[in-house]
């Protein structure tokens, strides 16, 4: 089992940043791979990014790339979701996973991949 906790969501004005973070206990990553997905509103969830926990491969919706990154620490087991630029349309909580997903686009992004969730984090932007 691994228990996931996320933290660092927050009220942040568009253009700001947040970094959330998702630490793991029970279990190390070292096997699995992390994603993060949000979900707002009335809306489906939505995969945002993933990393692999043993090579630090990354990938990320195109929604988001170029201004969030996934990055991890060893020492803490914990992933990191820094955001950057963010957007009204980036409001949403946010929620890790880990699973083991074959790397590919489709089955990164599916949330059936991810077997433990963490209980989600809220981000509010206002603009």
């Known amino acids: 089992q691994v228990q996931l906790v996320e933290s660092g969501g927050g009220l942040v004005q568009a253009g700001g940043s947040l970094r959330l973070s998702c630490a793991a206990s029970?279990?190390?990553?070292?096997?699995?791979?992390v994603g993060w997905f949000r979900q707002a509103p009335g809306k489906e969830r939505e995969f945002v990014g993933a990393?692999?926990?043993?090579?630090?491969?990354?990938y990320y919706a195109d929604s988001v790339k170029g201004r969030f990154t996934i990055s991890r620490d060893f020492a803490k087991n914990t992933v990191y979701l820094q955001m950057n630029s963010l957007k009204p349309e980036d409001a949403a909580v946010y929620y890790c996973?880990?699973?083991?997903?074959?790397?590919?686009?489709?089955?990164?992004?599916?949330?059936?991949?991810?077997?433990?969730w963490g209980q989600g984090t809220q981000v509010t932007v206002s603009s």
């Open positions: 996973a880990a699973g083991r997903p074959s790397w590919t686009a489709t089955l990164l992004a599916s949330i059936h991949e991810y077997d433990y």
């Open positions: 990393i692999r926990w043993s090579e630090g491969s990354s």
């Open positions: 029970g279990r190390t990553f070292s096997r699995y791979t």
